[in-house]
């Protein structure tokens, strides 16, 4: 089992930064490949980003170059640094873990953590 628990969220100003993490316990960090999903009301959870075992990331067009996953594996922790924000990334946002990348990709982690809200204002 992996444990996921997420932190940073709150609410920031159109063209703010925010800095999410998610620090995991149980097996072996390392070994994991980590992401980012989201939900905002009434749409269905949507694919942030992944980072792999190797450090190799992945981002939807929708927040490429403006969000950035990074991992620390001797704090068990994985972030995701979000900048130039905007109204529509106004979400739930929650960390996952899976040991392939593609699952998590694909939106079929094994691990969800319980979310953090972000609220962007216009």
């Known amino acids: 089992q992996v444990q996921l628990v997420e932190s940073g969220g709150g609410l920031v100003q159109a063209g703010g930064s925010l800095r999410l993490s998610c620090a995991a316990s149980g097996r072996t960090f390392s070994n994991y490949a980590l992401g980012w999903f989201r939900q905002a009301p009434g749409k269905e959870r949507e694919f942030v980003a992944a980072?792999?075992?190797?450090?190799?990331?992945y981002y939807p067009d929708s927040v490429k170059g403006r969000f950035t996953i990074s991992r620390d594996n001797a704090k068990n922790t994985v972030y995701l640094e979000m900048n130039s924000l905007k109204p529509e990334d106004t979400a739930v946002y929650y960390c996952a873990a899976d040991a392939n990348s593609a699952a998590i990709r694909l939106g079929r982690p094994n691990y969800w953590g319980q979310g953090t809200q972000v609220t962007v204002s216009s």
């Open positions: 980072i792999s075992w190797s450090g190799n990331s």
